[in-house]
């Protein structure tokens, strides 16, 4: 079994969870989330997972959500996907097209919000390209402070897969005040 990192000391079960997870998404959907209060290492489990993804060869499409970035439209779908070449994107209809890179700030907008259902669709589109030639997995940190424009997105994607190698990895922060997992994981996933 490879483990996702050797420098971290005293969570193998965690790590093999992780492992077994990244095992799993060549085979079809799947998520896992690391999920606990404040301070207990998510973020380090969750930065090994993406290492490990990474050095199977997996497509790994990274988002870190921050509180203070919660108000702003498709912020975390920029990260994901604003670095993400023009081959994820061909052969989708011009509509989506125009949505995604709208969405991405790619092009001006002219002060209208793009249409979320035709970001979603292109969204799908672009995670089914991106998967069809090497398992991804689409990681995001503090899930939490997820932006709900990204999140109603991401959901809606999520919930249309059925054997596409693509897993989710997520960071959540268990709180009397957090929003919890903007992406409906326990919904979306088959």
């Given at each position: ?84 070449a023009g081959d994820a994107f061909v052969g989708m209809p011009p ?96």
């Open positions: 079994m490879d483990r996702p990192s050797s420098t971290i000391v005293g969570r193998d079960p965690e790590l093999r969870d992780v492992s077994a997870f990244l095992d799993q998404v060549a085979t079809g959907p799947g998520a896992l989330v690391l999920e606990g209060s404040a301070g207990i290492g998510k973020t380090m489990l969750w930065s090994a997972g993406v290492r490990a993804a990474q050095t199977r060869g997996f497509c790994v499409l990274t988002a870190r959500a921050a509180e203070s970035e919660a108000r702003l439209s498709y912020a975390a779908l920029g990260d994901l996907l604003g670095s993400v509509p989506l097209r125009r949505a995604i890179d709208a969405a991405l700030l790619r092009i001006d907008g002219d002060g209208v919000a793009p249409d979320q259902r035709a970001v979603s669709l292109a969204t799908s589109h672009a995670l089914r390209n991106l998967s069809a030639s090497a398992p991804l997995v689409i990681a995001v940190d503090d899930v939490q402070w997820l932006d709900r424009p990204s999140a109603r997105v991401l959901s809606f994607a999520l919930r249309r897969l059925s054997v596409e190698p693509i897993g989710v990895l997520v960071s959540l922060r268990i709180a009397p005040d957090s929003a919890g997992d903007l992406l409906e994981l326990d919904r979306a996933m088959p």
